[in-house]
Nanobody
Framework: EVQLVESGGGLVQAGGSLRLSCAAS????????VGWFRQAPGKERERVSL????????YYSDSVKGRFTISSDNAKNTVYLQMNSLKPEDTAVYYC????????????????WGPGTQVTVSS
């Protein structure tokens, strides 16, 4: 069974850090683009960061650039999102998604999605 599972969310104070993990089962991330997205209450889901596992190309939204870092561990078939200098406005449910197409991930139409993990940043 193909699955993506996020972990690492939680409650943290502003200025703190969290590392989210996105683990895949039933397939490998080789040849896939993996993205992180988030949705805050009452807001639309937005792109946060993407990584193309084929060539390492990364993308960051302006709101997280310089604070968040996306990376992957091939051996563990896991993609990480290191989040530093967290702000209350980073509070959201964070989802990972994967698809062989960069454009589909960018357009939030990836074939595989995880159930999400809650990140709450207190002020």
């Amino acid at each position: 069974e193909v699955q993506l599972v996020e972990s690492g969310g939680g409650l943290v104070q502003a200025g703190g850090s969290l590392r989210l993990s996105c683990a895949a089962s039933g397939f490998t991330f080789d040849g896939y683009v993996v993205g992180w997205f988030r949705q805050a209450p009452g807001k639309e889901r937005e792109r946060v960061s993407l990584i193309d596992r084929r060539d390492g190309t990364t993308y960051y939204s302006d709101s997280v650039k310089g604070r968040f870092t996306i990376s992957s561990d091939n051996a563990k078939n896991t993609v990480y999102l290191q989040m530093n200098s967290l702000k209350p406005e980073d509070t959201a449910v964070y989802y990972c998604a994967a698809d062989p197409s960069f454009l589909l991930v960018l357009g939030q139409k990836a074939v595989y999605w995880g159930p999400g993990t809650q990140v709450t940043v207190s002020s």
